[in-house]
């Protein structure tokens, strides 16, 4: 008996260790100077909490612990393996495996433990089973996007809201009539189905623009469902570990909200995405400038402070090497180059950043929009790559636009603008850019990868 | 043990005021690794599922288990390894200059 519990001491002692890790993780993940510690200190409160766990004096079975911890580890290295430019379906699709050990957790406990399951303790367990449910599919459906399995557009039908609350409002129903009486073990099912359905409708009519929001919103999702999974088992350090994913998947999801103009009672719950496809409108006989890739090259080398502002596009066209290339042949021609990252550029939170590291730009040249916005007045140039909404001067003055009071990057502040495009159809969004007919504009007319890779031959070229 | 009820919240109360702020002074430089990071941390439900596994008290629950054991381990390694791999792309302009 004292073994007994000189062994669940043990334990407690080394989950308060790992739960102290894993604050520091997140706490060294501010700078990028010490975030690589931060991933060690992870791995070792990981490894430190799982050892712990298997000293459990319940445990009578390892066989099968080891088949699946060696199971879950081969599928794990290669998601662990992916391209840069797959990384969102990939945090997408492990929120869905989180929330879904969540939500299978939660099951087995409730069938174990019924019908002697305290009310506070069955409302936890309803919770974690909803909130793991539909986590799981809406997940999978975000990933499905992502990856372009699923169509990017959002699906949206007449009434959606209403069987969408319609549905959730069943799923606590049984939920209460569970707390109520947890002898009910029928009932348990269609909660869950219900759940699992939901998770599907709430992703489905989102666009792929708004998928930054999505995932940080699932992020909090799956770290919440965690946390009442830690109040089911008496877990603090599960309690721990899930409160610091809910409030990292809040934070991401409040910012994601703001760089995208939409409110926060918006996004918790769901009722998002509804970007309307704006008609392209009377087109006033606007007339844009263009210049030639020797006449762009001219302009850049003339600058002093260049600012390349990337957006999505510039990945799609995996022109992020070419314009390393010519980051570096400016900057050693003097000029001083610098890259504005709006929040939502790329496919989820901090995405631009990682896909412009993975091309070795220094990330003291990444600056975010808050602290690039007031230089852009003593810029020389601003060149646009790939990016359209983010920079669409509209936001800021024309109330009729659909993006009206989105934060945006400030290009039109710049003395010459360049702006590397294909054509003049308008964005993702359908929204006419006036920062394209600008006297100060030039366009760019042509495929990303191929426009820098010009301008870095003329710029390169220019010096020999 | 009215007492590990609460308890059990003033944890989740304290933890969720640290998450804000430590989570709040993260560079948005980083919030993609800092996702994957708080992904892999999150999968600490393993815990919970090894033991479900472990203590086999009946073949239903053993089986979910196994699966959730699964799942979990998978966002650990996966979580842990892009994280890293992520990071070490991450560089500075300083150290080159003189």
New interface residues.
């Given amino acids: 008996m004292t073994d007994f519990a000189g062994n669940q001491q043990i334990i407690e002692v080394i989950y308060l260790i790992?739960s102290a890790l894993?604050?520091l993780?997140?706490?060294w993940?501010?700078?990028?100077?010490t975030?690589?510690r931060?991933?060690w200190a992870?791995?070792i409160?990981?490894v430190l909490?799982?050892g712990g766990?298997?000293l459990?004096h319940?445990?009578?079975?390892?066989k099968?612990?080891a088949?699946?911890?060696v199971?879950?580890?081969i599928?794990?290295?290669?998601?662990?393996?992916?391209q840069?430019t797959a990384?969102p379906q990939?945090?997408a699709l492990?929120?869905a495996?989180?929330a879904?050990?969540?939500s299978?957790?939660g099951?087995?406990?409730f069938?174990?433990r019924s019908p002697n399951v305290p009310r506070?303790m069955m409302s936890v367990l309803c919770m974690e089973v909803i909130l793991g449910g539909l986590t799981f599919t809406g997940s999978l459906m975000a990933a499905g996007k992502l990856q372009e399995i699923l169509p990017q557009r959002p699906l949206t039908y007449k009434g959606q809201n209403f069987v969408n609350f319609l549905l959730l409002g069943g799923a606590i129903v049984i939920a209460v009539l569970l707390v109520h009486d947890p002898s009910q073990k029928q009932l348990f099912p269609f909660m869950l189905t219900i759940a699992v359905i939901f998770g599907v409708l709430l992703v489905v009519p989102i666009g792929g623009a708004d998928m930054p929001t999505v995932?940080?919103l699932l992020?909090a999702y799956?770290?919440l469902s965690?946390?009442a999974?830690?109040?089911v088992?008496?877990?603090?350090?599960?309690?721990?570990?899930?409160?610091?994913?809910?409030?990292?998947?809040l934070?991401?999801s409040v910012?994601m909200s703001k760089a995208m103009n939409r409110s926060f009672t918006n996004v918790l719950f769901g009722a998002f995405g509804q970007v309307q496809a704006a008609s392209a409108g009377a087109q006033e006989a606007k007339t844009a400038r263009s210049a030639t890739a020797e006449e762009a090259a001219a302009i850049l080398l003339a600058a002093n402070k260049v600012v390349i502002v990337p957006g999505y596009g510039m990945a799609v066209a995996q022109a992020q090497h070419k314009v390393r290339e010519l980051y570096d042949a400016l900057t050693k021609r003097g000029v001083d180059v610098r890259f504005a990252?709006h929040?939502v550029a790329?496919r989820?939170?901090?995405?631009m950043?990682?896909l412009l590291?993975?091309a070795?730009i220094?990330?003291?040249?990444?600056i975010?929009m808050e602290d690039i916005n007031g230089e852009f007045p003593q810029t020389d140039l601003a060149l646009v790559i790939g990016a359209n909404d983010v920079t669409n001067p509209a936001a800021r003055s024309d109330a009729s636009s659909p993006i009206y009071g989105m934060p945006i990057l400030d290009v039109d502040k710049a003395r010459t603008v360049m702006v590397i495009k294909r054509g003049m159809s308008p964005g993702f969004a359908g929204i006419d850019n006036p920062l394209y007919y600008l006297d100060r504009t030039l366009m760019l007319f042509g495929d990303a990868k191929a426009f820098v890779g010009s301008l870095v031959r003329e710029v390169a070229g220019g010096h020999g | 043990m009215g007492s590990t009820l609460i308890d059990a919240l003033f944890i989740f109360m304290l933890a969720a005021f640290i998450g804000f702020e430590v989570i709040r002074r993260v560079s948005p430089l980083l919030h993609t690794p800092l996702m994957s990071l708080t992904n892999a941390l999150d999968a600490i439900a393993v815990v919970g599922a090894i033991i479900l596994v472990g203590e086999h008290k009946s073949t239903f629950s053993a089986v979910l288990g196994v699966i959730a054991v699964v799942a979990a381990t998978s966002n650990v390694v996966g979580g842990f390894l892009i994280t890293d791999r992520m990071l070490k792309m991450f560089k500075s302009s300083r150290p080159t200059k003189p």
């Fill in positions: 790992a894993f604050i993780s997140l706490k993940m501010s700078s990028p100077a975030a690589r931060g991933v992870g791995e409160g990981m909490a799982i766990t298997l459990h319940g445990i009578v079975d390892y099968w612990i088949i699946a911890l199971l879950g580890t599928i794990g290295i290669p998601l662990g393996m992916v840069m990384v990939r945090t492990s929120h495996f989180g879904l050990c969540v299978l957790v099951t087995a406990e069938y174990l506070f995932i940080s992020n799956a770290g965690a946390a999974m830690g109040f088992l008496d877990s603090k350090l599960l309690i721990i570990a899930g409160a610091l994913d809910g409030s990292s998947g934070i991401l910012i990252i929040p790329g989820m939170p901090g995405h950043n990682v590291a993975e070795d220094p990330y003291d040249r990444l975010d």
